[in-house]
Nanobody, 118 residues
Framework: DVQLVESGGGSVQAGGSLRLSCAYS????????MGWFRQAPGKEREGVAG???????SYADSVKGRFTISRDNAKNTLYLQMNSLKPEDTAVYYC?????????????WGQGTQVTVS
């Protein structure tokens, strides 16, 4: 059974930092592409960052230079370091896994963690 469990969300003032973690288990391995998504109230879910099996990363324009995605395959954990947070970063953040490895279609999702920036 596949599980993704996010943690690290919370409330922070603008300009602050948070580090999200996503512990994954089951079939997910280093060949999977892993990504972070977010959904703000009344808005569609959007991609935030992704990292493929080679460690190549990609970011939404809105978070470039502020957020950093990384993964520790030995610990089966995905991270999102978020710096210089803005109120518009407020959302529920989800981690996801794409078994194709191409960061195109995500098969497994976590339950989400709330990030609130005031």
């Amino acid at each position: 059974d596949v599980q993704l469990v996010e943690s690290g969300g919370g409330s922070v003032q603008a300009g602050g930092s948070l580090r999200l973690s996503c512990a994954y288990s089951g079939y997910i391995n280093s060949r999977y592409c892993m990504g972070w998504f977010r959904q703000a109230p009344g808005k569609e879910r959007e991609g935030v960052a992704g990292i493929d099996s080679d460690g190549t990363t990609s970011y939404a324009d809105s978070v470039k230079g502020r957020f950093t995605i990384s993964r520790d395959n030995a610990k089966n954990t995905l991270y999102l370091q978020m710096n210089s947070l803005k109120p518009e970063d407020t959302a529920v953040y989800y981690c996801a896994a794409d078994r194709s490895g191409y960061c195109v279609s995500y098969d497994y999702w976590g339950q989400g963690t709330q990030v609130t920036v005031s």
